[in-house]
């Protein structure tokens, strides 16, 4: 008696069901935040007009531009279906975090006192909400059988 392997998934897979959402919003991600740093453009020569103003408008350049070469290499990776894209998705989401402390960071800088200081200055809804919902994304790529039989390459 012989047993064979299978190399068939049970299982759906491919850019459908729930999955979906993820892949539009990653798609999208980069052109928002594209978007986002050209909106600022004002708020960032207002920046530069204040005595540390330099260092939090090259600050938020330096991570912008990293965040946005993350969004851009996790996108490709998912359209090429590589195995590497739930990993890239957490790197992203981390990078989410590290890019809402270092704005907090930089925002007081700019303003010269102490993130604490700042209070209702920051707006906290703003840098959470977009952490949580994609922890959440990430919790559903790491689990879903989709994800996981989507990305083989």
Do not use: H
Not at 2 to 25: A, H, K, Q, Y
Not at 87 to 114: C, K, P, Y
Request: hydrophobic residues 55%.
């Amino acid at each position: 008696m012989t047993s064979e392997v299978s190399d068939v998934r049970v299982g759906p897979s491919g850019f459908g069901g729930w999955f979906m959402l993820v892949v539009i919003g990653q798609t999208m991600a980069p052109v928002a935040t594209i978007l986002n740093a050209a909106l600022s453009m004002t708020a960032y020569s207002r920046m530069m007009a204040t005595s540390d103003g330099a260092i939090a408008f090259f600050g938020e350049a330096a991570f912008s531009a990293a965040f946005l070469y993350i969004q851009i290499s996790c996108t490709l990776a998912m359209y090429r279906r590589s195995k590497n894209f739930p990993t890239l998705f957490l790197l992203q989401w981390f990078a989410m975090i590290v890019m809402g402390i270092g704005d907090i960071l930089l925002f007081s800088i700019e303003a010269n006192r102490s993130p604490w200081a700042l209070g209702e200055q920051i707006e906290l809804r703003k840098i959470l909400s977009p952490i949580v919902t994609t922890g959440l994304w990430v919790w559903y790529v790491f689990a879903s059988v989709r994800v996981r039989n989507t990305f083989t390459r």
